[in-house]
């Protein structure tokens, strides 16, 4: 790791004039950024930590969602009695990321901050129709994940909560890659309370997208056949020594069909 | 001595060792923190092959905190690293041994390649400046695959070695293999590919080095599994240094699996500089380096076929395999695929003409070398898929097929060089089979089926050859060093014992077993008995510890001694007793007069040894504190059966293991707990190769695409069952603990177990081959080929 500068902030605010004083980097539960850093991947002259923004903890309901702050660990939202009741779907989703050491650090908000194209929440949070409150403005999920490892944030604007909608049922099933046990493919099935369905598909692709095919065949019919016999497009899908496109274009209607088993 | 002369032999004593490691009080080599100590880091090749124009360290000299860097071209008067066994062609000419420098010189070969060492004040500094060195690169193209490194055109990657070959080698009888082959009813042949693993020992390597000025001396401390003949090799063969200069420490390690026998470049460049700076030296490998750097393992490319008569006997085996080295000749990788594989080809079989032939060829990858097994998974691997191949093609029951060739008259002397001594093969097989519960695989197939799950059962009938071995028969063989081992037992004047063995031990739990021994021939508790090993200013010599040789060549040792100490407390007793040495009788710790009830204990007669007073003085020196040196008569064959039971998802290609059972010989057991302790690491990696671990070079760039754990599949506890093991024994005739070894047997069978339990799952879709690892993707795609083909 390379010398680099540490600053605490105290609320959003004060983190936004750090980073955009110092030009650094945000550190959120820093499972990613801090492993780059190790291996002098990423640089960030400064570190801004968020761990002590009282403002971005908790779980709450307000109203038809859960909302998550955004320095939420993933370990308690696996054990939130509020989001088991709500969405059990997102306390299983986090229950199934990294391992113990990484769910005990890790945030909600760092990881889609982060965007990995393998990471589980974006597919949480573009199913569900989420929206990712900021310092600044409240952006949609499907507005909010641009590619890979990118996301509508500016330098210097932080999360601050994601808030889920309620729907009516939804599960998340991954199929993990052998070696890191991030999803080579993730499929989190929701349907809405308008009764529409929403299918979104992590791993497979640069970043986490919407699988239509598998959408229109589970509007017609909530069933795990029904997803399982959609044939999924391998063309823009990722290709790499753990999985050809093809092979992530059948495990996502495999993975969806789980999903729908799993809803119920 | 009686395997069970005492009760401790064949208990399962708790580990004494396990009370520093489960409580952080360890000391590793990365714990050593001398004073004034620097630190160095090694900048590595990015590239898989190039020419080296120029290396400019000038900005890295005046970067904060160095004190000095070096390159290839400093090195002068420091040798190659060697290569320790001597393989000859078929066409008579020795091996091609190209140089292996310590620093690059002129070129690196592979992505890892030591470039330059930077020696500073801390590791930041030291990488930070490492970061400065401006190396002038014309980079090359690569080669990583040994079958294309042997055809014509591949990038030439060692002037001395044309072709890239090291060697052509062979075993056998080749003509009366042929004449067997003509006369089979059927012949079965199989392409086989035995992937390339990256060790991973969970102690990444680590050398601390140091230059004493008044001494004139050196020490080394350093993650080896055998101290002195790292010394020997350092000093005689690359630094030129007196031994008697040099002291080789080997503290804690924390696992090697083979990774850790070979002198490396990183320790030699520290002790060379160690001088030259003039402070202690300390590198610790990152992890990433680790991946780059340690010698990796297996990485054949076989075929083999396998000629039988209309009964299902084996006539005759045919086996022609191309081995990968790496870009360099790792300290023992001459001999792995060639004396330690081609020699266990006959397995347990009567097969009666083996012919096998081997190219070593080199690679723009890291070095390949001894990996848990050694040579003898790949072996393994070759004889029991193609038995299994067979067995289908023929229509004989897998386990019936294997009963129908078992050798079973001992000793036997096989085609391939071998005599094994002893072994019972129907009953580790009866054993394994009973232990699986094969009676029950229908039904539970049946059920699996009803779920849309295929179930799988797999065989393999394993053998090894351990405690590596003659000295005399391994340097006709080519080896460059001997293979006894050494044990000292000095008695101290109250009774309790501190033993000096050659073994090293980095898991393998000696600390306990070495002291039970000592325990049950001197009827004194285990407590009193320490075990002192991996100092070369300690222990008086040792090959230390590979190839499952510890406890029958360096526990044999210590029982040689144990008699000399024995027969030295036989003369004192004679003397205090007024007794014949001869009717002196020794047992549970007394020393007796025959056949009365005058006796004098264990610690009496140590206690005299050190307090001479009534004493032959005139006959017997004071003192009891013994030597020996064993040099075994033959190796000792483990072998065992194992049996794994799988369930593949056929829409997702997931292989679950959800049975392996496992019976094995290893001979007399001195301590059960921890050889089922081994047994279970050795499953674990076996299983590891067959369903994750897979080395995979870049075939363009020779990038190392496998280089961490986001895409080198290690196997966790969740992909394991829970393991079933069991013993069978028939013991070593020619050591005398009847001890045979159980390191690696894990590794050794369950490869071949596991692929043929998922062939075997996966032969109702019309799937015939596979190659390791089952992963997901491929058992999928094996899938689709066999559906597109129906």
């Known amino acids: ?264 | 001595m009686g395997a069970n002369e005492t009760g401790i032999i064949g208990q399962s004593v708790k580990r004494k060792e396990d009370a520093r490691f489960l409580t952080g009080a360890g000391q590793y080599t990365d714990d050593v923190t001398l004073q004034n100590q620097t630190h160095a880091y090694f900048l590595r090749s990015p590239h898989a092959h190039a020419k080296i124009r120029a290396i400019d360290t000038s900005k890295a000299r005046a970067a904060p905190g160095v004190i000095a860097v070096y390159t290839g071209a400093d090195l002068e008067g420091v040798n190659g690293l060697p290569c320790g066994w001597l393989i000859t062609s078929v066409d008579g000419t020795p091996m091609n041994e190209p140089p292996h420098p310590v620093l690059a010189k002129g070129k690196v070969r592979y992505v890892g390649d030591h470039v330059a060492m930077v020696v500073a004040e801390t590791r930041s500094q030291a990488k930070d400046a490492a970061e400065l060195i401006e190396v002038d690169y014309d980079v090359l193209p690569a080669v990583v695959n040994p079958v294309d490194a042997l055809k014509p055109g591949a990038p030439q990657i060692h002037d001395e070695a044309p072709g890239n070959r090291c060697y052509t080698w062979s075993l056998g009888d080749k003509a009366a293999v042929d004449a067997a082959f003509a006369k089979a009813a059927h012949v079965t042949r199989l392409d086989l590919v035995n992937n390339r693993l990256i060790p991973n020992a969970i102690e990444p390597r680590a050398a601390v080095a140091s230059y004493n000025r008044a001494e004139d001396a050196y020490t080394l401390y350093v993650t080896s599994q055998n101290p002195h003949v790292e010394r020997l090799l350092m000093t005689a063969f690359v630094l030129g240094l007196p031994e008697h200069k040099v002291r080789v420490i080997a503290p804690d390690v924390g696992g090697g699996f083979g990774s850790k026998i070979y002198l490396y470049a990183e320790e030699t460049a520290m002790v060379w500089a160690s001088k030259r700076v003039n402070r202690p030296i300390k590198w610790a490998a990152e992890r990433s380096e680790s991946f780059v750097s340690d010698a990796h393992g297996r990485d054949h490319v076989t075929h083999a076929e396998l000629a039988l008569d209309k009964d299902g006997k084996f006539l005759a085996m045919r086996v022609q395999t191309t081995a990968a080295m790496g870009a360099y000749l790792s300290t023992f990788a001459s001999c792995i695929p060639t004396i330690l594989y081609a020699t266990l080809l006959a397995g347990q079989y009567t097969t009666p003409a083996i012919h096998c032939e081997v190219t070593a060829a080199f690679t723009n990858t890291a070095p390949v070398d001894a990996y848990r097994g050694a040579g003898r998974p790949e072996a393994t691997y070759v004889v029991e898929r193609i038995v299994r191949e067979a067995g289908v093609e023929t229509g004989i029951a897998q386990d019936e097929i294997r009963r129908r060739n078992f050798i079973r008259s001992f000793p036997y002397q096989t085609p391939v060089a071998l005599m094994y001594d002893i072994g019972d093969y129907d009953q580790t097989l009866a054993g394994a089979t009973e232990l699986a519960d094969v009676k029950g695989f229908a039904a539970r197939k049946a059920e699996a089926a009803k779920r849309g799950k295929l179930r799988g059962l797999g065989y393999a009938s394993y053998i090894e050859a351990c405690g590596l071995a003659p000295s005399n028969v391994a340097g006709a063989l080519g080896a460059r060093a001997g293979l006894f081992e050494a044990g000292q037992v000095r008695v101290h004047p109250t009774g309790s014992v501190t033993v000096f063995t050659g073994s090293h031990s980095h898991g393998q739990g000696h600390e306990t077993t070495f002291a039970q021994i000592v325990a049950g021939r001197l009827g004194i508790p285990v407590d009193n008995v320490d075990i002192v090993h991996g100092d070369t200013g300690r222990v008086l010599f040792g090959m230390g510890t590979y190839g499952s040789r510890s406890l029958a060549v360096g526990g044999t040792a210590i029982v040689k001694a144990l008699d000399k100490v024995v027969a030295k407390g036989k003369k004192i007793a004679a003397h205090l007793l007024e007794a014949a040495e001869a009717d002196i009788e020794f047992e549970d710790g007394k020393f007796t007069v025959a056949g009365t009830d005058r006796s004098k204990t264990f610690a009496e007669i140590a206690l005299t040894a050190y307090v001479p007073h009534n004493y032959p003085l005139d006959k017997l020196e004071p003192g009891l504190d013994e030597t020996a040196f064993y040099d075994p008569t033959n190796f000792t064959y483990p072998a065992g059966t194992h049996i794994c039971e799988v369930e593949v998802d056929p829409d997702t290609g997931v292989v679950q293991v959800v049975n392996f059972s496992a019976c094995d010989d290893f001979g007399n057991i001195i301590n059960p707990m921890i050889v089922e302790g081994q047994v279970h690491g050795g499953l674990a990696q076996g299983i590891g190769q067959a369903l994750l671990e897979n080395c995979v070079y870049d075939a363009d760039s020779g990038q190392l695409l496998t280089g961490s754990y986001m895409d080198y599949a290690m196997p966790r506890a969740d992909d394991l069952p829970s393991f079933k093991v069991t013993t069978r024994v028939t013991p070593c005739t020619h050591n005398p603990l009847g001890a045979k070894g159980c390191g690696e047997a894990g590794a050794i069978g369950s490869p071949a177990a596991l692929m043929n339990a998922v062939l075997d799952a996966l032969a109702p879709l019309g799937v015939r081959h596979l190659d390791m690892p089952a992963s997901p993707h491929r058992v999928w795609q094996a899938i689709q080929s066999a559906k597109a083909a129906a």
């Open chain 1, 1 to 264: 790791m390379y010398e680099v500068e540490y600053q605490q902030a105290r609320s959003v605010a004060d983190a936004a004039t750090l980073l955009a004083k110092t030009g650094g980097k945000a550190l959120a539960g820093g499972q990613s950024l801090i492993a780059a850093m190790k291996l002098r991947l990423a640089q960030p002259g400064t570190l801004v930590d968020l761990s002590g923004i009282a403002e971005l903890q908790g779980i709450r309901r307000e109203g038809d969602a859960i909302v998550i702050g955004a320095m939420t660990r993933h370990a308690d939202i696996a054990s939130s009695a509020e989001v088991k009741r709500a969405v059990p779907a997102l306390a299983a989703l986090a229950e199934g990321i990294g391992d113990r050491q990484v769910r005990n650090m890790g945030t909600i908000g760092g990881s889609i901050a982060n965007n990995d194209p393998a990471a589980d929440w974006p597919a949480a949070l573009v199913a569900l129709g989420a929206t990712v409150v900021t310092g600044k403005r409240r952006i949609v999920a499907g507005d909010f994940f641009k590619g890979m490892y990118e996301t509508a944030l500016a330098d210097d604007e932080i999360i601050t909560a994601v808030s889920f909608p309620v729907p009516k049922k939804a599960a998340y099933a991954k199929f993990p890659n052998p070696a890191s046990r991030f999803a080579l493919v993730g499929v989190f099935v929701a349907q809405l309370p308008d009764g529409s369905v929403r299918v979104a598909v992590t791993g497979a692709a640069p970043a986490v997208f919407r699988a239509s095919g598998i959408e229109a065949a589970l509007a017609r019919s909530f069933t795990a056949e029904a997803a399982r016999a959609v044939a999924v497009d391998a063309s823009r899908l990722n290709a790499d020594l753990h999985a050809s496109a093809a092979y992530r274009a059948h495990l996502v209607s495999v993975m969806a069909s789980r999903a729908v088993a799993a809803c119920g």
